[in-house]
């Protein structure tokens, strides 16, 4: 509970189990330095840890370990080197050097290359037609189940935040509901104090006049002794 002043030099406890209830506990805005103290002692027991952070994280998984190309493109980039152009001549329909005069192996390659050109633009057409015919219909449906999992990931993220505030509710229903007993103990205990204190100083206060009394009570036996002394 808030009292009027803190210890701002908090002793080396080690508690086995600990709680606070910070919708209720309002210590650290009210009571003056005791958010210095607790600042410092958290930055005492950081201090005191030994670990590193960055061991708590998993180790490092190399990337495309089953694929070297990959690998090596990502080496690439952190190096900064620049990306190669891509050769195209590969694609082009380049006749003989020689032109007619060249050899018949050399119009061999040219005529193959072209072969494989034809090829390369016959599928590229076919995979075109494909697209027009089916394409359509396959963005529609991944875009339907793109629609499917964001829903499904909002509603779970609807529900994780409604269990949340109900946990948060629960738990400051309960704080408050503690705080008060709380307070009606703390308020108890100050009056049982109070009380003690009080039958405390009545109880030195009544020791004294009782030893009051029988001082008093000496000296009127002492001077009666010295009366009779005199009548005698």
């Known amino acids: 509970m808030a009292s009027a002043a803190v210890n701002t030099s908090l002793p080396n406890m080690q508690l086995a189990y600990s709680d606070a209830l910070p919708y209720y506990d309002t210590d650290m805005d009210h009571v003056p330095g005791l958010r210095d103290?607790?600042?410092r002692e958290i930055a005492r027991e950081?201090?005191?840890m030994k670990y590193d952070p960055l061991t708590l994280l998993p180790p490092a998984m190399p990337l495309f370990q089953q694929h070297p190309h990959l690998a090596a493109e990502i080496e690439r980039k952190e190096r900064g080197e620049d990306l190669n152009v891509l050769d195209t001549s590969r694609y082009q329909l380049q006749p003989p050097a020689q032109g007619l005069e060249a050899s018949t192996e050399e119009w061999s390659q040219a005529l193959q290359n072209a072969e494989t050109q034809l090829a390369h633009m016959d599928n590229r057409l076919k995979n075109i037609e494909l697209l027009r015919r089916y394409g359509a219909n396959i963005w529609r449906l991944h875009n339907y189940n793109q629609e499917a999992m964001l829903h499904m990931v909002t509603d779970a993220q609807q529900t994780v935040e409604e269990d949340t505030n109900e946990l948060n509710r629960e738990r400051q229903s309960m704080h408050l509901r503690l705080g008060d007993?709380?307070?009606?103990?703390?308020?108890r205990w100050r009056d049982l104090v109070s009380q003690n204190l009080s039958i405390?100083?009545?109880n030195l206060t009544a020791r004294a006049e009782i030893e009051e009394y029988r001082r008093r009570t000496e000296e009127v036996r002492h001077e009666l002794a010295l009366l009779d002394?005199?009548?005698s």
């Open 181 to 187: 007993k709380l307070s009606t103990l703390d308020v």
């Open 229 to 231: 002394q005199a009548e």
């Open 37 to 39: 103290a607790v600042e």
């Open 46 to 48: 950081k201090q005191s």
């Open 200 to 202: 405390k100083v009545a």
